[in-house]
């Protein structure tokens, strides 16, 4: 079935229908709740409550980019969590290493398939994007995810901001010119042809 | 010469990585980028730095984020036989019972109460009334008023005797009280048949209901 008939049946009730556009959708869910909220825990728990939400907005929804539509649900849903987490500061409790020291990013998250060198790099890298993105203002940080790690264009990421075109413009420039300057600190954790390009510009 | 780089610039930069300036802006910005060293290192900076976010490892979700019935607060459907069953019906039926059961308890209290309470409606259906029976009593012989008469229209009888009995004459004994109940009071053993029966038919009804529903909703878990 295609993605308007699911969407039709499921604005029905049919729950099939709607579990069929959650399978279709869910990683990319979880993936902009874990780049804005840093958590795998708290952003699976985002997606959960996004879906839970969006069935039951589902009549709410008047065309357009479906997956815009749930990306705002997951959004909003992110937002709730941060200003949940302000409300109730918590401090996560980081993996140990053999010396017992705590290790700053879960190396076990890395992707299996590559060497011991690329998971090492990508988990380095993963780790100082992550902290990057987290340094980010939160209106910042969800229109860079949005725009830039989920390939959204503009006027999708407008709708899911619930902002105009120029707002997001703004946002973005603003946020890849703070993670420009946040990223100088890693230097050496970053791919060779990014510090060089940083060091001839510097 | 180089001019200042603007935050309007760096937004129009930006933008302009990814297609969302207008052609006349773009033409003016492309111009400037050949004279202009600084503005050509900072769109490549940019470049970089989107490139590198474009790079970053897309993470999978561990689990599927299906809902289920009870997430979504769908209450399942009946089964279909089970409607037959339905609370509406056995409401309905248990205040049946009721009415069957408080018919048959107000026969049982009232007892001697009763057969005046069926003489009245006899009037009103073209029988003879109170009055009427008030009347003719005295006519109707001793023997067969002990099984029509109604207690008070005996009482109503007493005190006006058609004659007097002469001294040391053996006179008829008063009607005793197993005498003047009437057929009517007694228990009719079909009705206690059809209350059990309907009793049973609530019970059979409400646990049928119960187990069908739940069988339902584990299945539809």
Redesign the interface.
């Known amino acids: 079935m295609d993605e308007p008939a699911l969407i039709h049946a499921a604005q029905r009730?049919d729950?099939d229908a709607?579990?069929s556009l959650?399978?279709s959708y869910?990683?990319s869910?979880?993936?902009t709740a874990?780049?804005i909220l840093g958590d795998?825990d708290l952003a699976?728990d985002a997606?959960?409550d996004a879906?839970?939400s969006a069935?039951?907005a589902l009549n709410s929804y008047r065309g357009g980019s479906f997956k815009a539509w749930l990306l705002r649900t997951v959004t909003n849903a992110c937002y709730d969590e941060l200003r949940r987490r302000k409300r109730r500061p918590t401090t996560p409790l980081e993996p140990e290493t053999g010396e017992g020291e705590e290790m700053e990013s879960p190396r076990w998250?890395a992707?299996p398939a590559a060497s011991p060198e690329e998971q090492l790099d990508?988990a380095e890298?993963?780790h100082a994007?992550q902290h990057c993105l987290e340094a980010l203002p939160t209106d910042f940080r969800a229109v860079?995810v949005l725009?830039?790690?989920e390939?959204l264009?503009?006027s999708e990421v407008a709708q899911v901001a619930h902002v105009p075109l120029g707002t997001i413009?703004?946002r973005?420039?603003?946020a890849?010119?703070r993670?420009?300057d946040c990223?100088h600190g890693f230097g050496e954790l970053?791919?060779a042809?990014?510090r060089h390009?940083?060091e001839?510009?510097a | 010469m180089t001019r200042q780089i603007s935050f309007r610039d760096l937004k129009d930069l930006s933008a302009s990585l990814d297609g969302q300036v207008s052609r006349a802006k773009g033409s003016r910005l492309g111009a400037r980028l050949r004279h202009e060293t600084e503005l050509a290192a900072e769109l490549e900076s940019l470049r970089r730095v989107r490139d590198l976010l474009r790079q970053t490892p897309r993470r999978h979700a561990r689990r599927r984020f299906l809902l289920t019935p009870r997430m979504a607060g769908i209450k399942p459907p009946v089964p279909r036989l089970v409607p037959a069953f339905s609370w509406a019906s056995a409401l309905a039926l248990l205040f049946f019972i009721f009415t069957l059961g408080g018919s048959m308890l107000s026969r049982f209290t009232f007892g001697a109460a009763a057969p005046m309470a069926a003489a009245e409606p006899q009037g009103i259906g073209g029988g003879p009334t109170r009055e009427e029976s008030m009347v003719t009593a005295p006519d109707v012989e001793a023997g067969d008023s002990a099984l029509t008469a109604t207690p008070e229209t005996l009482t109503m009888m007493v005190p006006e005797p058609t004659y007097a009995p002469a001294p040391g004459e053996r006179t008829t004994a008063p009607p005793d009280d197993n005498q003047l109940k009437t057929p009517t009071a007694s228990l009719n053993p079909w009705m206690l048949i059809w209350a059990g029966l309907a009793l049973a038919l609530v019970v059979a009804a409400l646990v049928t209901r119960w187990l069908g529903v739940r069988a339902f909703r584990r299945r539809a878990r």
């Open positions: 009730g729950l709607f579990n959650v399978l869910q990683d869910l979880f993936n874990l780049r795998e699976a997606t959960q879906f839970l069935f039951r998250l992707d990508q890298l993963e994007l860079v725009a830039d790690i390939g264009d503009y413009k703004s973005l420039a603003r890849r010119l993670l420009r990223l970053l791919p042809a990014f390009v940083e001839r510009g």
